[in-house]
Structure formats: structure tokens, C-alpha cells
């Protein structure tokens, strides 16, 4: 997971901080860059998050009291799931490299690295950015997590021996506190997505400009996730 964070970190902070800090868009001045950009921030961002929520369901799977449950968590059943998810976001991540394309505003002039393709830019606004890299994780890390905490509360009431049932506890506490370290950036990220795509604020540049800074910030602390995990 720490090599897909790192590649997230180099082409999507690292490229914000060169556009923000030194005004240089490689997005703008290079097509290759437009599309492997975008591919690789959506194949590292989707593969990191799914690790992040396996480790967590992972842990409830090792803290259930039926025995079916806890035998889904070995390291066999994690590899071969993170390979398969791999796979899965390489090939969802192909059309980023068909339709991202380096196209010029009708009204101001300016460039930007977009979409060309009406529906796909839907998918990618809704399902990929507000689902996927959004509500999704969250729901999933908030859902197990609770579970995982509520099956070490019982732990005490099993027929458990007592180192391993301290280890069991002490891991979840470090699991669950990981996990809360890791929502509290993508919450902002999530609300600034639906925000921007549902307020209208062409009509009112003082709110445009306040959506954007609102927007900046989140993006800037989702980047913390990726620092963190």
C-alpha cells in the first residue's frame, strides 16, 4: 500500500504544489501528462483505499467468535483479494487515458485537463469521485470498525486464552485509531465534492472563490490519508 500512496503523493500533491507554488501545469502543456496524471491518481487512490478497507474488515473477520468468519483472515485470502482489486482499478482506470484530453474553454480561453466525453465525466464526478474515493470508504471503515470494536467488548466473555486475547485488543485499538486517522481527512474531501458539483456559483464570484478555497483545503488534507497510511 505504501508504494501506491507514494505514487498518488508524486502525481497529485507533488503536481498541486508545482501548479500553486510555481505556476507550472505540466496537465496543460503536456498531453501525456493530462491522461497518465489522472490514471495514475485514480489507480493509486483506489487501490490504497480498498487496502485501508480490507485491513479493517480484515479485523473484524479476526475478532468474530464463529470460527467460519475468523478463518477468512489469513494472509492468503489478503493477497490474493488486493491482487484482484489491483487488477480491477488498472482496467477501470483505462478510460482516464481515452477521454482526458487537454481542452480550451469557449469563454475565457484557458486550458484545463478534462473530460470530452459527457457521460464518462458524470461517472467520473459522481461514481469515482464523490462514491468511490468519497462515502464509500467512509461507510465501509465506520461499519466494520464499529463491528470490530463491538466483538472486542465480548472478548472478555470467551473461552479465550488471555494473551490472545490482549493481542487481539491491542491490535484492533491500533486498527481503529488508524482508521479514525484516516476518515477525519477524507470527510471534508467527501462534503467539498458535493458542494462543488451541485452549487451553481458562476452567478456569485465571492462564493465561487469561498467554494474554491473550501475545495483547496479538503484536497490538500486528503492528502494527509495517503501521507498517513
Request: glycine share 4%; aromatic share 14%; proline share 3%.
Amino acid at each position: 500500500m505504501s508504494c501506491v500512496n507514494i505514487g498518488q503523493l508524486i502525481t497529485g500533491l507533488f503536481t498541486r504544489i508545482l501548479i500553486a507554488g510555481f505556476g507550472i501545469d505540466w496537465t496543460l502543456s503536456s498531453l501525456f501528462y493530462c491522461k497518465f496524471r489522472t490514471y495514475c491518481r485514480q489507480v493509486c487512490g483506489l487501490i490504497s483505499l480498498s487496502c485501508f478497507c480490507f485491513a479493517t474488515i480484515d479485523q473484524f473477520l479476526a475478532t468474530c467468535s464463529r470460527v467460519y468468519w475468523q478463518q477468512w483472515s489469513n494472509i492468503k485470502v489478503a493477497r490474493r483479494l488486493c491482487l484482484i482489486t489491483s487488477i480491477i482499478w488498472i482496467l477501470h482506470g483505462i478510460p482516464c487515458l481515452i477521454y482526458f484530453n487537454i481542452i480550451q474553454s469557449t469563454t475565457s480561453g484557458s486550458l484545463s485537463c478534462t473530460p470530452t466525453n459527457t457521460i464518462f465525466n458524470q461517472y467520473f464526478i459522481y461514481a469515482y469521485s464523490v462514491v468511490l474515493l468519497g462515502y464509500l470508504p467512509i461507510i465501509i471503515t465506520i461499519v466494520f470498525g464499529s463491528l470490530a470494536y463491538y466483538n472486542v467488548q465480548q472478548i472478555a466473555y470467551r473461552t479465550v486464552p488471555l494473551v490472545r486475547r490482549e493481542l487481539d485488543k491491542q491490535l484492533t485499538v491500533m486498527v481503529l485509531i488508524l482508521d479514525i486517522i484516516n476518515i477525519i481527512p477524507l470527510v471534508p474531501y467527501a462534503i467539498t465534492l458535493i458542494l462543488t458539483s451541485v452549487i451553481n456559483s458562476t452567478q456569485n464570484p465571492v462564493l465561487a472563490r469561498q467554494i474554491q478555497f473550501a475545495s483547496d483545503s479538503s484536497v490538500i488534507l486528503y492528502y494527509v490519508h495517503y501521507g498517513v497510511g
